[in-house]
Structure formats: structure tokens, C-alpha cells
């Protein structure tokens, strides 16, 4: 699994022109699903997203997880993660999980995520979205389930 994660001041989506979440400070997850991808990937990618030390203390370090400071998380689920751009222009998505097990493990993601106390809002899976932001830094970071060793 794939997310790119960015910590903002907030965040919208929109779905035929209709706003369907919205949150304040926190997390802006976009998340992939590739085929192979298992219940592991997503319980570490989960601990990974809940855990991370992004949000400044009081000394100003980024020493506080999105939990610490009562933030919120909007995850969007993003096939085009999976993307592989290596040979020519246009992106090969092959590597992107089919979407019947796509969309069981984006849930089960976001259910982690509350699991640990965490108001999460989430995008509409499979929908082209409008995705709305106002990042906070700029602090973004990609995680690689496949990477963490």
C-alpha cells in the first residue's frame, strides 16, 4: 500500500460538485492499493499514518502525532498511486489492486485509523473527486508498505 501524506490546515472533497468531507488541521491521506497488497500492509501503514511525529510541540520540533493535537484525517482512496511510470509517457496502472479488494482494504484502513481514537472522513471510492487543501508547511510524505525495512 501507498499513501502520500500530507499534514494541512484543511481539507475538502467534492463529488459532482457536491461537498461530501471535510475536515480541519490534521492529515490528508491519499491512499493506493496494489495488488499483492495484504491485512500486514495495511495495519502498518495505519500505525504508520497514526503514529507519525508531524505536528509541532511547543518548543516548535514536529515531536506530536495528528492524535496529540486532536487533528482529524481525510483519506482518499487513489488508484494512480500504483501508477508505474518507468517505460514511456503514459502511466501503466497494472500494478493497482482490482477494485472489489481495493475497497475492502481502504476500509478496513480507515476503521484502523478510528480503532485508534481518530475522526477520520473519507472520499467516495472509485469516484473522480475534487480534492481541496490547504497544506501546512508544506510537510508531505510518502509511505511505501513495501518499503519499511
Known amino acids: 500500500m ?49 503514529g507519525l511525529r508531524i505536528f509541532e510541540d511547543t518548543s516548535g520540533k514536529m515531536n506530536l502525532s495528528v492524535g496529540d493535537v486532536s487533528g482529524e484525517v481525510l483519506v482518499v482512496s487513489n488508484f494512480t498511486l500504483c501508477g508505474d511510470c518507468r517505460k514511456g509517457k503514459r502511466p501503466s496502472f497494472d500494478p493497482a489492486e482490482k477494485p472489489e479488494q481495493a475497497r475492502g482494504l481502504c476500509e478496513r484502513f480507515v476503521s484502523r485509523l478510528q480503532e485508534k481514537g481518530l475522526k477520520v472522513q473519507t472520499g467516495r471510492f472509485g469516484a473522480y473527486m475534487e480534492v481541496h487543501l490547504v497544506n501546512d508547511g508544506p510537510v508531505t510524505l510518502i509511505l511505501d508498505s513495501r518499503k519499511r525495512i
Open 2 to 50: 501507498r499513501a502520500v501524506v500530507q499534514r494541512v490546515k484543511e481539507a475538502k472533497v467534492k463529488v459532482e460538485g457536491e461537498e461530501i468531507a471535510r475536515i480541519g488541521p490534521g492529515l490528508l491521506v491519499l491512499l493506493g492499493v496494489e495488488k499483492g497488497d495484504e491485512e500486514k500492509d495495511l495495519v502498518w501503514l495505519s500505525d504508520k499514518v497514526a
